[in-house]
């Protein structure tokens, strides 16, 4: 499925005197199976951004297209934008809130009832997206309230899972998780993009940007300023301080500065830092 | 000298499966204690516990060597605070100001005294010039300093962060972080407790403590725990970064016991 956008503005407290544009003049154009990550400084736009793929918020001016339906201002009241949300997961990013059932698997299991899957099947669907998550039997039954932060996470991400969306949206999916638990979702997450899904992921965490996505957006102050690889990326951000670059990438440029010949658009993991870095010695 | 000791505690939260199984430890005052754990390894509920906010199920806890009872629990809460990790939720004032001032208001802090007393803790977590400013205007990292000076206000002797940075930027984090590493500087008597998943902020600390499956799993000095990878793993955490690289490099030959990005490149370099 792609996503167009096409020069959409949008402001959050329109009558208000602190009005403010959250996005001005977006564009954008996301390839079906795109795997593409959304980073800017808090406040740039980025989650606004997001809600308009499914439709949570229209814009003011400029479309949003994905695939058949328009996401417009004059669409706005459209029922058949209700369809499109079965098709764009969007995991928001405190989505621990919006747990409420008694038991975990009846939370899973509320969203795909409300797309008209019923008893014993919503019920499957919902075990198979716990046990995608991390999360076994022993889970199932028990209160989410009584889950730690981190797995109450899992159980919403577990429950866009279940809906079986075509476009993943995770708005800082790692955000509190432990390295594992990070590890195994974004393993989670390239699996479902190996499987033809288009993933889209909101981030201040550029070791993520730089292992597992091929391309970056980056939005400043509502607008897009930076389209292309991580690694180009990171020259752009120099000395910026609102993004981090990656510890392999600031090594990898302090040894460069110092005079060694290393290729850092070559530099994603740590096996790539020491990879070349023997190869250097090697050399010398 | 004073410092909080927990002998034995257990908790749970359904009265079978032990969130906090069999826990003691304890912290002198004036240590920086990181605590650490994978999700639902009981670290929250560590710090809920401390502080009161949960009914222990068995064990003691004591402070200044007198055991916490339900008699004197407000004692031992006057002289704690708490930051959450959510920095929206422990807005509660409508200007920076009054936000700051909310405990003291509470503790029938004199009026005429407050003024001077909201500017000094303001000044300390670098938000003097936000005074006026209502919470919408600020970034996390802002609401974060803000709710530091409200806790810090107070003077606390014992100061707890759960994941106080986890959800901030980069930028964020850095200007909390600053803020937290020069008041464990200045304050002595303040012990920090910080839980967290950040290895690379835990190494800033002067003590770590490793939580798995409710229990406690290792305790001692950053630089000697966050080394040993194997038993990270094992409670599914990483090493540090800078660790993690000189693991690499002694496998072609470099050694390097570098702490930081920079000693690190240093020693990569020299080693042609």
């Known amino acids: ?36 990550a959304i980073v800017g400084e808090t406040g740039s736009g980025k989650s606004t951004l997001a809600q308009m793929f499914n439709a949570l918020l229209i814009p003011d001016k400029g479309d949003v297209l994905v695939n058949d339906y328009v996401i417009n201002y004059k669409n706005r009241k459209s029922r058949k934008l209700r369809g499109l949300r079965r098709q764009v997961g969007l995991v928001f990013q405190f989505p621990e809130y919006q747990l409420f059932e008694e038991t975990v698997e009846k939370d899973v299991a509320f969203g795909v009832k409300n797309f008209g899957i019923k008893g014993e099947e919503a019920l499957n669907r919902a075990h198979e997206a716990l046990k995608q998550v991390g999360l076994d039997e022993s889970y199932f039954k028990r209160a989410p309230f009584d889950l730690s932060g981190g797995e109450k996470r899992k159980v919403a991400i577990a429950g866009i899972l279940a809906i079986n969306p075509d476009i993943l949206i995770f708005d800082e999916p790692t955000a509190g998780f432990d390295p594992q638990s990070s590890k195994d979702l974004m393993n989670l997450i390239t699996e479902f993009h190996k499987n033809g899904k288009t993933i889209i992921i909101i981030t201040h965490d550029m070791d993520l940007v ?25 020259s752009y951000i120099k000395g910026y301080d609102r993004l981090d670059t990656p510890s392999v990438i600031k090594v990898a440029e302090k040894l460069k500065e110092k005079g060694m010949d290393i290729d850092i658009n070559q530099i994603h993991t740590n096996e790539d830092l020491v990879e070349a870095i023997k190869k250097w010695r090697n050399k010398a | 000298m004073s410092k909080l000791e ?12 032990k969130v906090i199984d069999d826990i003691s430890f304890s912290v002198e005052k004036g240590t920086f204690v990181s605590v650490l754990g994978h999700n639902g390894s009981g670290k929250s509920t560590l ?78 977590v670098n938000m003097l010039d936000h005074l006026k400013k209502e ?39 850095s200007t909390v ?3 937290i ?39 001692g000095k950053p630089q000697d725990i966050l080394r040993d990878e194997s038993a990270l793993l094992e409670v599914k955490l990483d090493m540090p970064f800078v660790y993690k ?10 050694n390097s016991n570098a702490e930081t990005i920079d000693q690190l490149v240093e020693d990569i370099w020299t080693s042609k």
């Open chain 2, 177 to 179: 972080r600053k803020v």
């Open chain 2, 245 to 254: 690289i000189e693991k690499e490099l002694k496998e072609i030959g470099i």
């Open chain 2, 6 to 17: 927990i002998k034995n505690l257990s908790f749970s939260y359904d009265g079978s499966n």
């Open chain 1, 1 to 36: 499925m792609d996503i167009q956008v096409k020069n959409i503005f949008y402001t959050y407290q329109k009558k208000a005197t602190n009005a403010t544009q959250a996005l001005m003049d977006v564009s954008l154009e996301i390839k079906d199976n795109d795997f593409l």
């Open chain 2, 135 to 173: 919470p919408i205007n600020l970034s996390g990292g802002q609401k974060q300093r803000i709710a530091l000076a409200g806790a810090l206000i107070l003077r606390p002797e014992i100061l707890i962060l759960d994941e106080a940075t986890s959800m901030l930027d980069p930028k964020g984090k």
């Open chain 1, 210 to 234: 730089n292992i597992y996505t091929k391309r970056v957006v980056m939005l400043e102050r509502g607008q897009v300023t930076f389209d292309g690889t991580p690694n180009e990326l990171f």
């Open chain 2, 47 to 124: 710090a809920k516990l401390i502080v009161g906010l949960l009914d222990k199920a068995g064990g003691q806890i004591f402070f200044n060597d007198i055991e916490i009872t339900d008699k004197n629990l407000k004692d031992l809460q006057t002289k704690t605070s708490l930051i959450f990790q959510n920095p929206d939720n422990q807005f509660i004032g409508s200007t920076v100001e009054d936000d700051i001032a909310f405990g003291l208001e509470n503790r029938c802090f004199p009026h005429d005294q407050m003024q001077a007393e909201i500017e000094r803790f303001a000044d300390s």
């Open chain 2, 181 to 219: 590493d020069r008041i464990h500087k200045e304050n002595k008597e303040l012990t920090i407790i910080s839980i967290t998943h950040d290895i690379d902020e835990a190494l800033l600390s002067d003590k770590v403590l490793i939580l798995n499956k409710g229990k406690l799993v290792k305790e």
